[in-house]
């Protein structure tokens, strides 16, 4: 194989047209690294000897591009799944080879590698500014820019903030100068991040007109998996919400979320209390506040004060911060007896869920609130001072030049690399 067609083989690689590196690329470690690819978990001792592993294949492999881009990529998948100070190693190995040389998608995956390793040791809160580097890099390659878009639109959707690129997801952009194509995302894709945004804000109506108007079956697998997740919390909230009869009986669900959403709509304390001493708590750490504050709810229905300032903790130690954790802050406030600082707590999160589109989501969350008097609600409500302001969320792309020159985004990354 010539070098164009190493290199053409590594960016295939790069950008996931091709799931597994073509044996002329092998090598003698290479098997192993095909085998890391196929693992379902993926252990920390997998992840040591990948490290090991890639570092001698680098060495072994005479093209730039080829070398970089693969390691780079295979260290954003490893740290997708766990952290370990290895990864560090690998991309410090391959930093004498990085120069602005490179073609524009390694340069970009060294910052998607970035991000994820990132995001993994220090909170996810440090994912955004080295992805938002490396997607602006991407902004002439329309395959790989739609295709890094849909990822990061998808970050954003869970966490309730896709108004923030609403420009960018425009099929239409009204500016010329927006180059996006968005190749890479059927009109499925489109409507099923619209629709876990919707549900995420609490946006009730918009999600079912949307969900009535989507095909799962068009989606690829996670995201069809999503849609279908957040398909029965949008059934269940209709239940108590707009106080539909339906077939299913959420109070039967195996599903956590469903079962406990249901039973802090009936006001089954008894119920409540028998849950949380099975629950493990996990899925405090997951990103979206529709699941991962489930344990939390759970807690400040008990009325438990110390479980649940210890779990929003957790989550802001994980860099998990988000807007509604003001309604979680007020509510355990409210616990405590200090109405006035759960007064400017809730006028925070008020103005903050209009910025957001997300007055839906706080007074579902206020209707699982049942630790709280209506004549509380009143005074928060009561309350609302123009002082607690929000400015409308930016732009993410307005924080990151979009015209990233080469040798600046070698820059960066050395930075990121050096400050970790």
């Known amino acids: 194989m010539n070098a164009s067609d190493i290199n053409t083989a590594a960016i295939a690689f790069i950008h996931g047209s091709i799931t597994i590196l073509p044996e002329s690329l092998c090598g003698s470690e290479g098997a192993f690294l095909n085998e890391f690819l196929s693992l379902e978990p993926v252990s920390p001792n997998d992840v040591s000897e990948l490290c090991v592993q890639l570092i001698r294949w680098q060495e072994s492999i005479a093209d730039d591009t080829c070398a970089v881009g693969v390691c780079a990529r295979m260290v ?34 060294l910052h998607f590698a970035q991000a994820a390793l990132a995001s993994q040791q220090h909170g996810e809160s440090a994912f955004e500014d080295p992805f938002l580097c490396g997607l602006c890099l991407l902004v002439e390659h329309d395959y790989e820019y739609s295709w890094r878009l849909r990822q990061y639109a998808l970050y954003l959707a869970l966490r309730g903030r896709l108004c923030e690129i609403d420009d960018c997801l425009s099929r239409d952009p009204a500016d010329e100068e927006e180059l996006v194509d968005l190749a890479a ?39 069809g998996a999503l849609m279908a997740a957040y398909d029965t919390v949008l059934m269940t909230w209709q239940k108590s919400v707009l106080g539909l009869v339906l077939d299913e009986d959420a109070g039967n669900s195996d599903d956590p979320l469903t079962l406990s959403l249901d039973m802090l709509m009936r006001r089954d304390r008894g119920g409540l209390l028998h849950l949380i001493e099975t629950w493990n708590y996990e899925e405090i750490d997951t990103a979206s506040t529709l699941y991962g504050y489930q344990s939390l709810r759970l807690a400040l229905a008990l009325r438990d004060e110390e479980l649940a300032s210890t779990l929003l903790e957790r989550r802001r130690s994980a860099g998990l911060k988000h807007w509604l954790d003001d309604v979680m802050e007020a509510r355990l406030q409210l616990l405590a007896g200090d109405l006035a600082a759960a007064s400017l707590s809730f006028c925070r999160a008020i103005r903050r869920a209009e910025a957001y589109h997300a007055l839906g989501r706080v007074d579902i969350e206020l209707r ?53």
């Open 76 to 109: 954003e998948l490893a740290a997708s799944d766990t952290f370990h100070p290895g990864l560090h190693s690998v991309m410090e190995a391959i930093d004498q080879r990085c120069s602005s040389d490179l073609p524009t998608i390694v340069l970009a995956e």
């Open 368 to 420: 699982l609130a049942i630790e709280t008097s209506p004549m509380q609600v009143m005074y928060l409500g009561h309350r609302i001072s123009e002082k607690a302001s929000w400015n409308y969320p930016l732009n993410p792309f307005t924080a990151v030049k979009k015209g990233v020159s080469r040798d600046d985004a070698i820059e960066a990354w050395r930075d990121s690399l050096s400050n970790d």
């Open 185 to 223: 995302v059927t009109s499925a894709d489109f409507d099923a991040l619209r629709f876990i945004d919707a549900v995420e804000t609490g946006r009730i109506d918009d999600a079912q007109a949307i969900a009535y108007a989507t095909s799962e079956e068009a989606l690829d697998g996670r995201l």
